[in-house]
């Protein structure tokens, strides 16, 4: 279970999600500091919404994908929805630690805005395999190559793990 997660780190790395959820999230605690977190339990409450709606969205796409491609296993999904669970608990790990280190939501927005990037990724990937890709942007497919790649090799690829 925990390898699954490591993966997930170690992919985040690859696709820059870290690099990306850095960033916003460096911008995001800065405006939280200067602002005193006026306000900003409300802008928590969209983050998490969002990544609620990321992991949901990559979620139900990916099941598709595999129904389609006859990868689907019942244990693949239930490894899928803990390795989510442990994805909000992390967050709210962040958060906790924060509070504790009164560094305002840096930890929590680096986090919350690595696994969004990282899901939003996966969930465009996931389009394209499913050959959705004609209903949307194709400049979006150009960014995620190397995602669309190890979809593409996950769900061709006859010898199951």
């Known amino acids: 279970m925990f390898g699954k997660l490591t993966d997930v780190f170690q992919k985040m790395l690859i696709n820059k999600s870290l690099v ?9 605690a800065f405006f939280d500091a200067v602002f005193e977190a006026k306000g900003f339990e409300k802008m928590h ?8 709606i990321m992991v949901a969205l990559d979620y139900v796409v990916g099941v598709r994908v595999a129904k389609k491609n006859d990868k689907y296993k019942s244990s693949v999904g239930n490894d899928a929805v803990i390795r989510d669970g442990l994805i909000f608990a992390i967050v709210t790990m962040a958060w906790i630690f924060d ?6 939501a840096l930890i929590f927005a680096v986090l919350a805005f690595a696994f969004i990037y ?25 960014i995620l190559e190397s995602e669309i790649k190890a979809k593409i090799k996950k769900y061709t690829d006859r010898g199951d793990k």
Do not use: C, E
Request: charged letters at 5%.
């Open 99 to 104: 509070q504790l280190l009164g560094t305002g």
């Open 20 to 28: 990306l959820g850095a960033l916003t999230g460096t911008v995001g």
């Open 118 to 142: 990282h899901n939003a990724q996966s969930f465009g990937a996931n389009l394209y395999v499913l050959g959705w890709d004609k209903y949307f942007p194709m400049w979006l497919f150009r």
């Open 45 to 52: 409450a969209y983050i998490v919404a969002l990544l609620a």
